[in-house]
């Protein structure tokens, strides 16, 4: 089982449609969880974080966390032709070293249809 | 400067030869990251140091890889005896520390083997 999964995709939606991403990791004492989106040539670029149970909101985007699931995701909202792009969903995974390293899952990509 | 800087962002070398990847971090950001990225991967992670010191190298492939961040700022990703296998986007992130808080990746660097 692979640390952090995603579906690659591709997720497509029609413009103005709601974009559900999800993620699930294996390591239950993961803390900290992170979207990142990545266009095509470019490098990863941070739009949302969260740390504890719940949603979090900020503008078109929500991050959803269940620990008890060990499930994350990202509502993208009145989806957008620009937020075409691959979203990849990182971790804190403890390691056998005993550390801690954000380790990422292989993204999902998503299209949005005008 | 205002984001991580990593240069070059392309290095095309024969296969056997030594390269050299540096990275310069966001200015006071102590946690320093070194991912690759291989095409429809998400990146993997490869080393990080917190300060100087290389606090989580558990992700280097083998031997021929070594990474150093002698005075806590910028970094160097050392391949030896390159690899076709090798070619890949190199990747650098940097926080303002380790324990959980966002990371920021720089342009990357595209790597090429021949």
């Known amino acids: 089982q692979k640390e952090v999964e995603q579906n690659s995709g591709p997720l497509s939606v029609p413009e103005g449609a709601i974009a559900s991403l999800n993620c699930t990791y294996s390591?239950?004492?993961?803390?900290?969880f992170f979207w990142y989106r990545q266009y095509s040539g470019k490098s990863p670029e941070l739009i949302m974080s969260i740390y504890s149970n719940g949603d979090k909101e900020d503008g078109r985007f929500t991050a959803q966390l269940n620990k008890a699931s060990q499930y994350v995701s990202l509502l993208i909202r009145d989806s957008q032709p620009s937020d075409s792009a691959t979203y990849l969903c990182a971790v804190t995974v403890s390691r056998d070293t005993g550390r801690r390293a954000l380790t990422f899952g292989s993204g999902t990509r998503l299209q949005v249809q005008p | 400067g205002a984001g991580v800087s990593q240069t070059p962002s392309n290095k095309v070398t024969e296969k056997g030869k030594y390269v050299e990847l540096r990275c310069d971090p966001i200015?006071?950001?102590?946690?320093l990251y070194w991912y690759r990225q291989s095409l429809g991967q998400g990146p993997e992670f490869l080393i990080y140091?917190?300060?100087?010191?290389?606090?989580?190298d558990s992700g280097l492939p083998n031997d021929r890889f070594f990474a150093v961040r002698p005075e806590g700022s910028v970094s160097t990703l050392k391949i030896q005896r390159t690899e076709r296998g090798d070619s890949a986007v190199y990747l650098c992130?940097?926080?303002?520390?380790?324990?959980?808080?966002?990371?920021?990746f720089g342009q990357g660097t595209r790597l090429t083997v021949v």
């Open positions: 140091f917190q300060g100087t010191g290389a606090a989580d």
């Open positions: 992130a940097s926080s303002s520390n380790h324990r959980d808080t966002e990371a920021f």
């Open positions: 200015s006071g950001h102590t946690a």
């Open positions: 390591d239950r004492v993961s803390q900290s």
